[in-house]
């Protein structure tokens, strides 16, 4: 605790004593009570904090008595009981100022010795303590972490689709439940592959337009698959990337996959290169997912053997540059929900953001866990940044304050994620 001395004069003793403005500043070594009275300044004190004065009294040939002033928090004296003070003598009668909460705060008081008294004014300015801020040990936690993917189902409107609408519905209404049993924190939509003649497509169909979960998820998901088809321009690619833009946010979430589902019996008629929408699809992610955009296409096979369907080389392409697989719809199943293998890293999220700033400790500029500053640990076991064959497991993003982990070691679904460290104060 801080002590401010300053040495005060006695009233009593006349010796350089600050008289208050408003009373005259005459009086009487002893005999009379000495009407000035003298300010005791303790000037600003933090709340908590003490300041002490200190006024001296000296005897003359006779000792005198001291009597205890009549002082009240957060104003103090050292004198408690009487005290005696010798011929010749001098004492130092210690005053303290210990505000426990903020204001300004006078008291008057009053030294007598002998029948003489002396007049004080005690006044002080309690302000607000700055807050104290040690740096502390600190963990965060993500516990249970799980893939978090948008799904989009890009769904042919010809009348060629006829044929497949049953099947189309069977695997639509097993996606919901497949997606929930595989702890995927999922969003789904539709959209359909033409934007001419009064057809949906480049916009996402439903409502809502976005499943979430849901009992009912799978039922509204039948009402729009379900439905005829339009015959419209089949511009599938082109459809899905104006579908993805325009949901903006509302779909495509920070941390999440995109998954592109497409089920059609017409090749893609988009008028653009197919890597160009599959770039677009691109756009519209957030970096720090395992895998930003995967595809798969149940399209019509090459050669012709799946009767009244096109080839489908283009989605076959798109799926060859995003990454994923390519099926035939005449097969007997399509396999929509085991796109979703349980388990699967897919959309697992690569960054984990701190919740304060870690020290650098050794102040070399870099934070990682060579020095100690910062330790992550998966479900319990410490994971060093690097591993025996001095690959890069995860790294500290000083930009994002976060810890991020490399691709090909991400930790799996279901896993809990803490991050040690030496936080600065906030």
Request: one cysteine or more; glycine letters at 10%; proline letters at 8%.
């Amino acid at each position: 605790m801080r002590h401010l001395h300053l040495l005060a004069c006695s009233a009593l003793l006349l010796a350089g004593c600050q008289p208050a403005d408003d009373v005259p500043a005459d009086g009487g070594f002893y005999g009379p009570p000495i009407q000035a009275t003298y300010i005791i300044e303790f000037g600003e004190v933090a709340v908590g904090e003490e300041a002490i004065r200190q006024a001296a009294i000296r005897a003359g040939k006779q000792a005198v008595l001291l009597s205890p002033p009549e002082v009240e928090p957060p104003f103090f004296s050292d004198v408690e009981q009487v005290v005696r003070i010798e011929p010749r003598e001098e004492l130092q009668v210690h005053f303290a100022f210990r505000p426990t909460a903020p204001g300004r705060f006078e008291q008057e008081i009053e030294l007598r010795t002998n029948g003489a008294s002396q007049a004080y004014r005690l006044q002080g300015v309690a302000v607000a303590q700055e807050p104290v801020c040690e740096p502390a040990p600190r963990t965060d936690h993500f516990p249970d972490v799980r893939p978090r993917v948008d799904v989009l189902l890009l769904v042919d409107d010809h009348a060629s689709m006829e044929p497949f609408r049953e099947q189309l519905v069977a695997e639509a209404r097993a996606l919901p439940p497949w997606l929930d049993e595989a702890g995927i924190d999922w969003q789904l939509a539709v959209t359909t592959s033409s934007s001419d003649a009064g057809c949906a497509g480049g916009s996402l169909l439903g409502d809502p337009p976005i499943l979430a979960g849901g009992a009912d998820a799978s039922d509204r998901l039948e009402a729009v698959v379900g439905a005829p088809g339009c015959d419209g321009n089949g511009n599938g690619l082109a459809s899905a990337a104006a579908a993805v833009a325009a949901a903006g946010d509302a779909f495509r979430r920070p941390e999440a996959g995109l998954a592109l589902l497409v089920v059609a019996s017409r090749d893609d008629n988009s008028p653009g290169e197919v890597v160009a929408y599959a770039r677009s699809l691109e756009m519209g992610r957030q970096v720090g997912t395992t895998s930003l955009v995967r595809a798969l296409a149940v399209v019509g096979g090459e050669g012709g053997h799946c009767e009244g369907t096109e080839p489908g080389s283009r989605y076959g392409e798109a799926v060859s540059f995003l990454g994923g697989s390519r099926r035939s719809l005449c097969d007997e199943a399509w396999g929509l929900a085991d796109f979703f293998a349980p388990g699967a890293t897919f959309g697992m999220p690569l960054t984990y953001p701190l919740e304060r700033l870690p020290i650098d400790l050794d102040e070399d500029g870099v934070l990682d866990d060579a020095d100690g500053e910062i330790e992550v640990r998966i479900d319990g076991a410490v994971v060093a940044s690097r591993n025996e064959e001095a690959w890069r497991v995860w790294d500290y993003d000083a930009d994002r304050n976060a810890v991020v982990f490399y691709p090909h070691f991400v930790p799996a679904p279901g896993q809990g994620i803490e991050i040690a460290y030496e936080a600065h104060c906030d």
